[in-house]
């Protein structure tokens, strides 16, 4: 992640390029104006200090993060983080972003995020969980199933998830498990959640595969071996499509014939990183992104392509698998050169579908089956990827703005 990029600045960019766009023109639109002026800002950002007692009898205050951002379209909706650089403006923008989300994957759900400064993997799995309840013990008298629902994200799972809604049930007695998705299967959890990201961008790129002129069997580089770069990566394989390299956090594998996912899955599972894995080059994070490839996929963190490296990329195309990977500035190198950028509000918001789906069967108490999710949510994605597509054409832009414009017509119609 580049610290000295403020991703708040940049999300405040993309807004104002959209916006600017002659043709679409949002400020001279019925409500136009009240909407840019509105989405400026949040409705509410949060800070709350958790005091944890530690397994050595100490107590640390971690310092954690609610953003409500806007809720015209329906509750508040989005994830939370845990990361040791996290910070308000990163949960802001991730808020911002989460708005203009729900509204392109055309669910009634508004935008939020939230956040703990902490790297979880200096906890004990107790020190976790005290962190965990804690956090949603300052916060539930602002959350709730109609009022602000979070989720996953970045280092937080859906044990964590469980914890967070067996807190909320003893403070306020509502069991139904709405208050909170990603859940664990048999604790409200809905089937395909996990792997719902990686499914969604899988369906968006199928969908815009021959507009974007990439062949029938890519090569594909995957930045970031979290759940969505895994499931991603799983995804792409088992449809033939070669994954010449991932990476996480401390560096990268390649092989120009293709790695064995499933294998690979293995290693990092035994060994705790991807460094040693057989058959594989390793190299860094930043030669990952300039590999000649087919489609690249940052999945981890925000502006890792940035006017230094934007020039160097050599994939066809890259498609958006972690919030904000791209600045601005690189946007502008990018579309210069042809390449083609699957947005992020676009291509990883089959996360937050399902997540909807998930409150919504916990309203109705139902379970649907992992075939129907995926059912439901294919063409959901295909749909919004075509429409996009039709904008971008329409006001001679890239996908980014054409998600933009999308999603602030639509929000733009409930207001
Ligand atoms: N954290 C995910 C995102 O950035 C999912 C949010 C959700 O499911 O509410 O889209």
Redesign the pocket.
Known sequence: MNKEQNPYQNAMAQLKKAAEIKSFNLAGRPKGAELLARLENPDREIRISIPVKMDDGSTKVFEGYRVEYNNILGPY???I?YHQETNINEVKA?AF??SL?CAVAGIP?GGG?GGITVNPKELSLEELERLSRGWMRMLADVLGPKKD?????VNTTPEIMDWMNDEYGKITGDKSGAVI??KPLGKGGSEGRGAA?GMGGFYVFESLRKDLGLPDKCKVAIQGFGNVGQNAARIFAEHGHSVVAVSDSKGAIYNPEGLDIEKVMGHKKVKGSLSGFPDSKEISNEDLLELECDLLIPGAFENVITEENADKIKAKAIMELA?GPITPEADETLFKKNVPVIPDILA??G??T??YFEWDQNLKNEHWSEKEVFEKLRPMMADSAQKILQKAKENSTDLRRGAFILALERIAEKL
Request: glycine letters at 16%; charged letters at 20%.
């Open positions: 909706k989005g994830g983080r991730l972003w989460m989300k759900m995020k629902v979070p989720a996953p994200d998705t990603g990201t919030n990883n918001s996360g937050v399902v997540s």
